[in-house]
Nanobody, 118 residues
Framework: VQLQASGGGSVQPGGSLRLSCTAS????????LGWYRHAPGNQRELVVH???????TYVDSVTGRFTVSRGYADNTVYLQMNSLKPEDTAVYYC?????????????WGQGTEVTVSS
C-alpha cells in the first residue's frame, strides 16, 4: 500500500492549506488514519488521529483550526488547516492502519512540507 501526500507549501500566518493523502488501497471506516508532523529540532508529533470507531483526537495546539476528513470516493484523507501559525511549520506525514490478513498493517506517506512565515 502506498500513501501519496500532497498540498504542502508556504503561507503567511493566518492562511490556510489543505493537505491530501491518497492511498492505493480502498479507505473504509475500518481504517485508522492520522497526520503527524516533524518540525526541525523537535520529535515527530501526532496532529490528529481518526480511528475505526469514529473517534477523532487532535493535539491541543491545532484544535479548532485543523479538520481531518475522509474521502471514501477517492481513497483520500484530507487535513484542512486554517489560521496557520509559524509554529505549525513542519513536514507533515500521513499515517494509516489497514486491517487485512488478520492483522494491522501500518503505512506512512512520504511527507509534505508546510512553512508558515511572514
Amino acid at each position: 500500500v502506498q500513501l501519496q501526500a500532497s498540498g504542502g507549501g508556504s503561507v503567511q500566518p493566518g492562511g490556510s492549506l489543505r493537505l491530501s493523502c491518497t492511498a492505493s488501497r480502498r479507505i473504509t471506516r475500518a481504517a485508522t488514519l492520522g497526520w503527524y508532523r516533524h518540525a526541525p529540532g523537535n520529535q515527530r508529533e501526532l496532529v490528529v488521529h481518526s480511528d475505526s470507531a469514529g473517534d477523532t483526537t487532535y493535539v491541543d495546539s491545532v484544535t479548532g483550526r485543523f479538520t481531518v476528513s475522509r474521502g471514501y470516493a477517492d481513497n483520500t484523507v484530507y487535513l484542512q488547516m486554517n489560521s496557520l501559525k509559524p509554529e505549525d511549520t513542519a513536514v507533515y506525514y500521513c499515517h494509516a492502519i489497514f486491517q487485512y490478513n488478520s492483522k494491522d498493517n501500518e503505512f506512512w506517506g512520504q511527507g509534505t512540507e508546510v512553512t508558515v512565515s511572514s
